[in-house]
């Protein structure tokens, strides 16, 4: 089978690796940064656009396909794709991605949004969960064991963030908004909050992740943490906490975007393989 890759992070290259080892022919173009220096069968780096999408139906890109909805995310190459340059070219192809935007669709255009796949996104939580652990352990002094720990959101990453921070002996506090939320947190013996009411606790807490993509940690709130919190956001932009007014009374905050591809490039290649495996299945 032949697959274009275009573009991504270190989880689309362990994905390209994955592919070629089972001996299918990976055209790639925006990668040449990595696949330069490290050379492997089967793994074929395209000169120009044009050619890498002429070689296969299939076009694979990276998550967040784009971060500025202009160009295609390529951190491993010098190249500048422009997404309008790219959807002109897939006509006719099934393209595979996370984050398409929505004027990207046309229906010339098999257009498969990773981000919208349930399965993935549940899988996906795991790495984010545990690169989450790993900031905190290297940002500290002090262990995940009897610190307090608030978690912003108890959606899919902040239900395994409670759970995984639980096991390592902290004390868990939960915000969210809706009631069923804050009757599952008590129910799991954790200790539920209200946005409004984190100030009113907000000094007891040593680590405080975010999950919520909008902005619920703000001055007012801010003012009520000890300067040394540790404050992680791993929310998508624009996050939930006002960082420059965090750092401009002395608290670290860390974002921590796209911890999958960073921390987890292999074990998140594997995820993503397997639900582009399953859709191929049905497609091809």
């Not at 545990?130 to 500290?140: C, L, Q, S, V």
């Not at 002996?169 to 909050?193: F, H, M, Q, S, V």
Request: proline fraction near 3%; charge should be negative; glycine fraction near 6%.
């Amino acid at each position: 089978m032949n697959i274009s890759i275009i573009g991504g992070d270190l989880r689309i290259i362990r994905l390209a690796q994955m592919y070629a080892k089972e001996k299918n022919n990976v055209y790639t173009y925006g990668l040449e940064k990595y696949f330069k220096e490290n050379v492997q069968d089967n793994i074929i780096i395209c000169e120009d656009l044009q050619e890498a999408i002429d070689k296969s139906n299939i076009i694979i890109s990276g998550m967040p396909f784009s971060k500025d909805k202009i160009n295609v995310n390529t951190p491993y190459s010098e190249e500048k794709i422009k997404l309008e340059e790219l959807k002109d070219k897939l006509l006719g192809k099934i393209f595979i991605a996370g984050g398409i935007p929505k004027d990207f669709y046309n229906e010339q255009i098999k257009n498969i949004d990773l981000l919208e796949n349930e399965k993935l996104t549940i899988l996906n939580a795991i790495p984010t969960v545990e690169g989450t652990i790993k900031i905190a352990i290297d940002e500290r002094e002090e262990t995940i064991h009897e610190s307090n720990v608030l978690i912003c959101g108890f959606g899919r990453i902040g239900k395994i963030l409670c759970d995984k921070f639980g096991c390592l002996g902290a004390n868990i506090y939960c915000a969210a908004r809706k009631e069923l939320d804050l009757a599952w947190i008590r129910e799991k013996r954790y200790i539920p909050l209200t946005y409004n009411e984190i100030k009113e606790y907000a000094h007891k807490i040593d680590i405080l992740i975010n999950t919520v993509p909008t902005m619920v940690i703000d001055k007012e709130k801010l003012e009520c943490f000890n300067k040394n919190v540790l404050l992680i956001d791993v929310a998508s932009n624009p996050g939930g906490i006002d960082k420059d007014y965090a750092g401009s009374i002395g608290i670290k905050v860390i974002t921590a975007l796209g911890i999958p591809g960073k921390e987890m490039p292999l074990t998140a290649a594997k995820y993503i393989k397997e639900v582009i495996d399953s859709y191929n299945q049905k497609l091809l």
